[in-house]
């Protein structure tokens, strides 16, 4: 909790803790109007998953560029440029007015999602390497934070707005402006380089002990971004709530548990440890899902929350045995293992999509609890193992 107490009192950090909080308060006011999407323009869960692939696409395809970019704009000002045309892009799907523009336009959120997350992460990391403190974790519970502010505020003003579109459009504005005016405290960072590291490179023997961390890392973020932008929909056709206003209950509740678990996972791992930090999450996750295959609205709601708080805590403790590898420097092990996992973010939804068009919707989830089983056998067995070698 020290670090969320150091972002509060400051808001130098405040400030750039927000733009992890807005990109997510966008896109938890999107997930609620998938359903909408998906019925007015006709669509089957195929065509869902594609149409979220193209946004996947548009990060993919962009990431390279964003190096180059932050490096030449300056990291700060390309992160206020990135969260403002991110907050405009993400009003297009609901102006969409046939397939093709909504695929357009999710190609378009994909590149200013992808590339403000790169330099929010790397305006975090550049603090924290001027200042010689930790905020990372804490910043990632403002991103979740940000899901439950869009998901919540979310449920309760779409009755008020006779078309979805306003209600994105007003969203946008206010995460614009409450940026311009937070801008100024991280604005004229730029990122320092260490040359000696930029010319270190790591083969991919190196990362075989980083395989199966990397794995883990995957299939859990694949659970987060699947449940992101289905659990509407679960809770629409499988569940079958009385009102669409409802469809968020799933996304909320998940985002709730999801922040409180990032601000008190430090906590738990000084405690425990991280081997049986994941294990418990895993376990939790699982039984979360179980909760969810009963398609009873009040015990589906509680089970995405304990998925939530299981999945809180895998993501930093993978992260932190990644940086204790041997034989590969921190930073290039860490890199490794979130890219697997948001690789895992990325496909997660998409694969859901075609197993529900080919099956049914309670298969995708019933796909995502075998491999979050398989995720805990494989932390129990082989991570265990690993300490053990290393005691």
């Known amino acids: 909790m020290g670090s969320l107490k150091l972002i509060l009192s400051d808001l130098r950090y405040f400030s750039i803790a927000w733009v992890f909080c807005s990109l997510n ?3 938890g006011t999107w997930v609620l109007y998938i359903p909408y999407v998906k019925d007015k323009l006709g669509l089957n869960d195929a ?4 149409a979220l692939f193209c946004l996947a696409l548009g990060i993919l395809l962009f990431l390279p560029l964003v190096p180059y970019l932050t490096k030449k704009v300056g990291l700060g000002k390309y992160t206020l440029l990135g969260i403002v045309l991110f907050a405009v892009a993400f009003t297009g799907p609901l102006w969409a007015v046939n397939y093709t523009l909504l695929c357009a336009s999710l190609f378009l959120v994909g590149i200013f999602s992808g590339s403000t997350d790169v330099a929010m992460n790397a305006v975090v990391s550049q603090i924290e390497k001027e ?4 905020m990372m974790s804490s910043a990632h519970g403002f991103f979740s934070l940000g899901g439950v502010i869009g998901g919540s505020i979310g449920t309760f003003l779409m009755v008020f707005f006779s078309k979805p579109v306003y209600h994105m459009v007003v969203m946008a504005i206010l995460v614009i402006l409450l940026n311009l005016w937070l801008s100024k405290h991280y604005f004229n960072i730029i990122e320092t380089r260490d040359a000696t590291q930029e010319k270190r490179r790591s083969g991919i023997h190196k990362l075989r002990p ?10 859990i973020m694949s659970s987060e971004g699947a449940i992101e932008h289905w659990s509407a929909l679960y809770l629409v056709e499988v569940v079958k709530v009385s009102s669409d206003n409802l469809a968020g209950l799933g996304f909320i509740f998940f985002s709730v548990a999801m922040t409180i678990g990032r601000f008190f996972g430090d906590g738990i791992s000084a405690r425990i440890g991280s081997v049986k930090t994941i294990l418990m999450g895993c376990f939790l996750a699982c039984a979360g899902y179980l909760l969810i295959l009963y398609k009873e609205l009040a015990v589906a709601v509680i089970g995405f929350g304990i998925i939530g708080s299981g999945l809180s ?3 930093p403790e993978l992260f932190r045995m990644a940086g204790k590898a041997k034989g590969i420097s921190a930073s290039a092990a860490i ?3 979130s890219g ?4 895992g973010f990325l496909l997660g939804p998409i694969v859901l999509g075609f197993i529900s068009n080919a099956f049914s919707l309670v298969k995708s989830f019933l796909t995502l609890l075998g491999l979050t089983v398989l995720a805990l056998i494989v932390s129990f067995v082989k991570l265990r193992y690993e300490k053990l070698n290393r005691s």
């Open 131 to 134: 200042e010689g403190i930790n």
């Open 210 to 219: 980083l395989f199966v961390i990397a794995f883990i890392a995957f299939v």
């Open 47 to 50: 065509q869902i998953g594609i």
């Open 335 to 337: 890199s490794f293992v």
């Open 25 to 27: 308060i966008m896109i």
């Open 313 to 315: 805590v895998i993501i």
């Open 340 to 343: 697997m996992g948001f690789l």
